[in-house]
C-alpha cells in the first residue's frame, strides 16, 4: 500500500514559499480533489517519488519524453557540452545543427528562430504576424492554449464568435479585443468570422490536434478551410504543434491532413523535455525578424547549448520509423484495452486518440470541440485519477489534458495499466 508522508510533508513546505505550493497551476491535483505528489527521479517509463512509490507515466513531462526519462544517448551528449559551459549568450555551431535538422524535417519552415519555451515561440509567431500584415486582430479556437500569453489568456463571451475578453486579472482588456474566440472544428463560424473582419486578421492560431481540452482531432476539411481561408484574406496561419511537433510523426503533422502552415510553433520535445521552444516558417516571413528586420524578438537563453544538444542527440533518434510506428501500435492496445475494462463496468467513456497520444473522457461522446469536451464526469475523473495512482499509474492530473506514450513503456507496462483500470475503485 503505497503511503505519502514525504510528499505532504514537502508540498506542506512548499506551500509556505510558493504561491500554492507548486510552479504551474496543475501541478497542484485540485482537478482530482489530492494534494501533489514530489517527484525524486525518473527513468524510462517510470516515476519515483519522494516515498519511493513507483508509477507508470504516462504525462511524460507533458508530452515531450517520447524516448523515456533520462535517455542514455540524450544524457551522454548533455554531459559533454555542459563540461564545456552552460551558457554563452554567443552563437554556437550547435544552433545552426538543430535549427538544420528542423527545417528539413518539416517542408512549410525554411528558417527557424530557437527560443525557450512554446509560450515564446506562440509569443514570437503572433507578434511577427502582426508585424508582417500590419494588422491586429487574431482568430483563435475555443479549449486550445497556446500559452499565457497575454493576448490569448481570454474567455469566450456569450455568442458563438465573440472578441475574447480577459480570462485572467492582471490581463488588460485592450490586449485581448483584438482576440477573435471560435469553436474548434466550426468552419462556417470561421468562414463568417473572416467575413466580418476581412482584411483586419493578421493570423489565425490553432492546435492542428488539440491536446489542451483533451486530444480533439481536426473534422475532415477543417484546416484546409482554414488554409484556403487565411490564404485568401493574406492572414498568416500558425500550427500550434508545441504539443504535437515530433510527437505524432517525425516533423510536423502538416504532412498527415495535406495542410502548410505559414508559421510554426514548436516546443520542448525538440529539446528532449529541456526547456526550449521554436517558432519557423518561409524565409520571407522570418526575415522579417530582427536583426534582418524590424520585428523584435529576444532572449539570453534562446539557442543555449545544453538544450540544444539534447535536441539535436533526441531527434537523431527519432528519426528511425520504427519508433513511431510502435508508438502507435503499443498505443492503440492499450487505449483499446482500457476501452473494454471500463466497457465491462458499464462506465460511459470515449477515447480519443492520435498516434501516441490520447485523452480519456468520462463523457459517452463524441467528443469534437470544447462544448462536448465539457460535458465530461470530471468528479468520476477526480476518483480515477487517485485510484489509479494507487495502482501505480500515473496520468495527467486533470480531465482535459493528453496522456502519453513513450519508446520505454513495454507491453508489460500496458497490461499492468489495463489490470490497473479494471481494479480502480469509482
Known sequence: MATYRKCKKLFQDATKVIPGGVNSPVRAFKAVNSEPIFIDRAKGAYLYDADGNKYIDYCLSWGPMILGHARTEVLTQVKKVM???????????LETQLAGMIVRAIGSVEKVRLVSSGTEAVMTAIRLARGCTGRDKIIKFIGCYHGHVDSLLVQAGSGA????????????????????????NNTEMLARAMNKYQDRIAAVIVEPIAGNMGVVPPREGFLKTIRKLCTGSGSVLIFDEVITGFRVKYGSVQDIFGVKADLTCLGKIIGGGFPIGACGGRAKLMNKLAPTGQVYQAGTLSGNPVCVAAGIATLKLLKSKAIYSGLDR????????????????????????????FTLFFNAGPVTDYVSAARSDTKMYAKFHPAMLREGVYLPPSQFEACFLSARHTQKDIDRTIIAARRAKL
Open 83 to 93: 563540461a564545456k559551459g552552460t551558457s554563452f549568450g554567443i552563437p554556437t555551431e
Open 161 to 184: 464568435m465573440t472578441l475574447g475578453s480577459p480570462s485572467s486579472p492582471g490581463v488588460p482588456k485592450d490586449f485581448t479585443k483584438h482576440t477573435i474566440l471560435l469553436p474548434y
Open 330 to 357: 503499443a498505443t492503440g492496445k492499450l487505449c483499446d484495452g482500457i476501452g473494454q475494462a471500463l466497457t465491462e463496468r458499464g462506465t460511459e467513456h470515449t477515447i480519443n486518440r492520435i498516434g501516441s497520444m
